[in-house]
């Protein structure tokens, strides 16, 4: 991709987008050759692009202590250009970029440095700030690459942003798109009406509800007369079962073009849903979410163990028999014949 104008395009098409988990050994250090495998796992499985560096990134990356936001961002960039596997296609390198401005401007400047094609801002940092100052810190990161927006959910570390922020955050040129990962309905409605207020049919919505994914994706969202989709998903749940996922995103395509929607689908959409909230440890305040994406993939052999940087962030007491009883009930959804077929390439 050359241009802004191609991001928008691919974007908006609709893409199957992981959130890249890292890739720990047993000795709680970065496994260089686990992160390449899940991220040839991911291109193998059909996804439009991968995020790097973000929530389950984990964002204790750029700690000092641990410097991993440089070096996991270039092999990411290294292993996608690399890939061997990858039949040539569009696929969307974003960097997750936080922090306030002068960190923001710092890691957006990086991830130009290593191709990346867009950032997903966060703006957690600036919890504390008047709406317009982080509309302002937006724009000055957009001059430095295209943004793509993040309504991150309050139990993971965001804040809530009103409709005014969004309208006025779909009036930077250089924004592509928005996630909307409130976990909340009424939020998630406030950036759809904001957008299309806006007139901007250039801004692509994806999807960050890992507990609304299909019904999200499927509906036809209508105000005042004009109407809109959700292009997509960028979601921490397509990090797991990725093959299945893009099966499924496949399958919603078809269905949004049909005049008529199969009741089949509320019931597809429910078993989702209870699928995500064994592996994001919903029982117990999401404390699992990360290591229980750790899990799906360490059983699958992709990566060697659910270790986080943080030595206390681990399974919680009753998310792996949870994750056992959403595998066995979904099959479905479970990808393990696919890698099972591949994993010796993705490990070579």
């Excluded at 400047?109 to 100052?133: I, K, N, P, W």
């Excluded at 989709?229 to 995103?249: K, Y």
């Excluded at 005049?259 to 064994?278: I, S, V």
């Excluded at 056992?324 to 994993?343: E, H, I, K, S």
């Amino acid at each position: 991709m050359h241009s802004i104008d191609d991001i928008r395009k691919h974007l908006l098409a609709g893409q199957v987008i992981p959130a890249l988990p890292l890739a720990l050994n047993r000795h709680r250090r970065w496994s260089e050759h686990h992160q390449r495998a899940v991220l040839r796992y991911y291109i193998d499985a059909g996804a439009g692009g991968i995020a790097v560096g973000v929530h389950s990134t984990q964002f204790a990356i750029r700690e000092k202590k641990h410097g991993l936001f440089e070096p996991v961002l270039a092999l990411a960039s290294e292993t996608i250009t690399g890939w061997p596997g990858q039949t040539p296609r569009p696929f969307l390198r974003i960097a997750g970029i936080c922090g306030r401005t002068p960190q923001a401007l710092a890691e957006a400047e990086t991830a130009v440095l290593f191709g990346y094609h867009a950032a997903l801002l966060s703006v957690a940092a600036l919890g504390d700030e008047d709406e317009r100052a982080i509309v302002r810190h937006c724009a000055r990161v957009a001059r430095t690459i295209p943004i793509i927006g993040f309504y991150l959910q309050p139990a993971v570390g965001g804040r809530v942003l009103s409709h005014r922020f969004w309208r006025t955050f779909a009036d930077i040129p250089n924004v592509v798109a928005i996630k909307m990962a409130p976990f909340n309905r009424y939020r998630t409605h406030d950036v759809i009406r904001a957008v299309i207020e806006s007139g901007r049919e250039d801004i692509a919505l994806y999807t960050g509800n890992d507990d609304n994914i299909i019904a999200d994706l499927l509906t036809l969202f209508e105000y005042a007369g004009k109407i809109r989709r959700v292009a997509g998903g960028l979601l921490g749940q397509w990090g797991v079962w990725t093959e299945r996922a893009t099966a499924l995103f496949a399958e919603i395509k078809k269905a949004r073009a049909k005049p008529k929607l199969d009741a089949a689908w509320l019931t597809r959409a429910a078993a989702l849903t209870d699928a995500n909230g064994a592996i994001f440890d919903v029982a117990n305040g999401y404390a699992g979410c990360i290591p229980g994406i750790h899990e799906i993939l360490r059983r699958q052999g992709i990566f060697e163990t659910t270790a986080c940087l943080d030595p206390h962030e681990k399974l919680s007491r009753g998310q792996a028999a949870e994750l056992d009883r959403v595998t066995r009930a979904y099959p479905w959804l479970v990808d393990d014949t696919f890698v099972q077929n591949n994993l010796h390439r993705w490990l070579a």
